[in-house]
T-cell receptor, first 115, second 116 residues
């Protein structure tokens, strides 16, 4: 079965610092999809990005960037010039091609941005 | 706003009772998923429906059941509730089932269930 590890339980940084959230996944399937979701204090889960296993191109969206490396089974998320509004719990997730197990989430990383 | 609508947003009920959570997927989405988020178990996949039929099953208890109706809305029924069922229940939707390429799963705001 697949597994996602987010080793950082909580990270606290001062506003404007860059911060990287780590995500390591395990799966035996060659076709899989990786996701990042943001859960702000209000509770909803907000979709950030989806990446296919056969597309290792890194992606940048404004202050957000993602580094996908199949060689290390990692899909890390970096926020540049962090802002207080970035404070939230961030979840990494994986789904294998068959989809029978749904999304497998990591435990999440609680990111605190201090003003 | 993801476009996925869940009701009720908050619910408090007693042990042994039965509740129904409702979900309307995004317009055009055929798949509906239910997830449970609790402090000890984290986010867990419960069940998926695709165009009215059960598509995949996760860690859903026998006391729980779900269905998807012809208009594609879905309901999650939780019965014989226990204190440990207190959690945030999410509904999510996507256009296709997970086998489809380019598929993104959008979550609703969740239904907070407290069992007392």
């Amino acid at each position: 079965a697949q597994k996602v590890t987010q080793a950082q339980t909580e990270i606290s940084v001062v506003e404007k610092e860059d911060v990287t959230l780590d995500c390591v996944y395990e799966t035996r399937d060659t076709t899989y999809y990786l996701f990042w979701y943001k859960q702000p204090p209000s509770g909803e889960l907000v979709f950030l990005i989806r990446r296919n296993s056969f597309d290792e191109q890194n992606e940048i969206s404004g202050r957000y960037s993602w580094n996908f490396q199949k060689s290390t089974s990692s899909f890390n998320f970096t926020i540049t010039a962090s802002q207080v509004v970035d404070s939230a719990v961030y979840f990494c997730a994986v789904v294998i091609g068959g989809g029978a197990d749904g999304l497998t989430f990591g435990k999440g990383t609680h990111l605190i941005i201090q003003p | 706003d993801s476009g996925v609508t869940q009701t009720p947003k908050h619910l408090i009920t007693a042990t042994g009772q039965r509740v129904t959570l409702r979900c309307s997927p995004r317009s055009g989405d055929l798949s509906v998923y239910w997830y449970q988020q609790s402090l000890d178990q984290g986010l867990q996949f419960l069940i998926q429906y695709y165009n009215g039929e059960e598509r995949a099953k996760g860690n859903i208890l026998e006391r729980f059941s779900a269905q998807q109706f012809p208009d594609l809305h879905s309901e999650l029924n939780l019965s014989s509730l226990e204190l440990g069922d207190s959690a945030l229940y999410f509904c999510a939707s996507s256009v296709e089932d997970l086998l489809g390429a380019g598929n993104t799963i959008y979550f609703g705001e969740g239904s907070w269930l407290t069992v007392v």
